[in-house]
């Protein structure tokens, strides 16, 4: 059986099959047999304290319909999307893009898609990534004489 990748972290992390289920908007029959295929033992019931910022990270996002993610955690005083773990604030944004790049951006990292807020992981830029981007438009308009 292939296993969704999201679904896969999800189960990695220890969550139970329902919150799966309800986080990703798909069937906890599915999230059960994925576990079952991946070999992995039943969740344990009851409150589980978050292992790691990237695993409260998951439990404050709800998927949109249009494959973004809105937040659905704290925010700061200037709307910014954050968490605490370990007695540490947390950019989700930040967060995301660990989550997608496998590493800490460099500077802020910004989400990069047209939808305001969105928290998903692969939707960020960090300062390096902006940079290549300005690089690349320029490129392109040296080419063509216009901007994409």
């Given at each position: 059986?292939?296993?969704?990748?999201?679904?896969?972290?999800?189960?990695?992390?220890?969550?139970?099959?329902?919150?799966?289920?309800?986080?990703?908007?798909?069937?906890?029959?599915?999230?059960?047999?994925?576990?079952?295929?991946?070999?992995?033992?039943?969740?344990?019931?009851?409150?589980?304290?978050?292992?790691s910022?990237?695993?409260?990270?998951?439990?404050?996002?709800?998927?949109?319909?249009?494959?973004?993610?809105?937040?659905?955690?704290?925010?700061?005083?200037?709307?910014?999307?954050?968490?605490?773990?370990?007695?540490?604030?947390?950019?989700a944004y930040?967060?995301?893009?660990?989550?997608?790049?496998?590493?800490?951006?460099?500077?802020?990292?910004?989400?990069?898609?047209?939808?305001?807020?969105?928290?998903k992981?692969?939707?960020?830029?960090?300062?390096?990534?902006?940079?290549?981007?300005?690089r690349?438009?320029?490129?392109?308009?040296?080419?063509?004489?216009?901007?994409?």
């Amino acid at each position: 059986m292939k296993v969704r990748d999201d679904i896969a972290e999800l189960l990695h992390a220890g969550h139970s099959n329902s919150a799966i289920a309800r986080q990703l908007n798909v069937d906890a029959k599915k999230v059960a047999a994925a576990r079952a295929a991946l070999g992995l033992p039943k969740a344990k019931s009851g409150y589980k304290a978050a292992a790691s910022p990237e695993d409260l990270f998951w439990r404050r996002t709800q998927p949109t319909d249009d494959g973004h993610m809105l937040w659905a955690g704290s925010r700061n005083s200037k709307g910014a999307p954050y968490l605490i773990h370990g007695g540490r604030c947390h950019s989700a944004y930040k967060l995301a893009y660990r989550i997608a790049k496998g590493r800490d951006p460099e500077g802020y990292a910004l989400p990069s898609c047209d939808r305001d807020g969105c928290v998903k992981p692969g939707h960020h830029a960090d300062r390096a990534d902006r940079a290549q981007n300005r690089r690349a438009d320029r490129l392109y308009t040296a080419i063509f004489g216009t901007g994409q």
